[in-house]
């Protein structure tokens, strides 16, 4: 298989889940100002959405979406516990939490970092982010991970997105808790190769 990634984007969560699933992999870098893989060719030729992730799977498919690709990844490696069984509920609420990261928080930070993004506009997205951070934090109070004692890749995706706020100039001590998960998550041994992999700080 193949990853293609760019460096502390959302394709560092299917990254963290392939390091986590102990599974063979390559990762390729793309150039997203050219849309561009390290050989030259256009990444649209790979996924014509643009944008990463994608994974390029040993019979030529290509899957995109963070949430299809860190199920699919957790599937392939059900002993990891990356994804509970289709059919128990634990399941639902993995693709409820992925849902919601993927809608209310991914897209959430997208006007703070956007260039030229108008200041009212940026000030509403950033009110209705903290309030959905505030809602992950209290749903993390009571356990250490999303789906409760166990890491999930719900959690590579959480990480991920959290570990962004530097970028967005949000202070995550406002949510202890969330500064605690995210330096607890990205202390695990596949998330700092995964880090690594992508060339970024430990």
């Known amino acids: ?71 699919y990844i957790a599937d392939l490696a059900p002993g990891s516990g990356l994804a509970p069984p289709p059919g128990d509920m634990a399941r639902y609420r993995m693709q409820e939490w992925l849902s919601f990261i993927g809608t209310e928080l991914h897209k959430g930070f997208g006007p703070l970092v956007r260039p030229g993004a108008p200041e009212e506009f940026r000030a509403s997205a950033r009110n209705k982010l903290e309030g959905r951070l505030q809602l992950v934090a209290a749903e993390l109070d009571s356990r250490d991970f999303l789906l409760g004692d166990r890491f999930s890749a719900a959690d590579s995706y959480l990480y991920t997105v959290l570990s962004w706020a530097p970028f967005a100039k949000l202070d995550l001590s406002t949510w202890p808790r969330l500064e605690r998960y995210v330096s607890e998550i990205g202390a695990r041994p596949a998330v700092q190769a995964a880090r690594k992999a992508e060339g970024l700080p430990a």
């Open 1 to 71: 298989m193949k990853l293609y990634f760019s460096p502390a984007a959302c394709s560092l969560a299917p990254h963290i889940c392939l390091h986590e699933a102990g599974l063979a992999h390559t990762a390729e870098k793309v150039d997203m100002r050219k849309r561009e893989v390290s050989d030259g060719r256009s990444y649209r030729s790979v996924n014509p959405k643009g944008y990463v992730p994608a994974l390029e799977l040993d019979d030529g498919q290509v899957l995109t979406e963070v949430a299809a690709i860190v199920q």
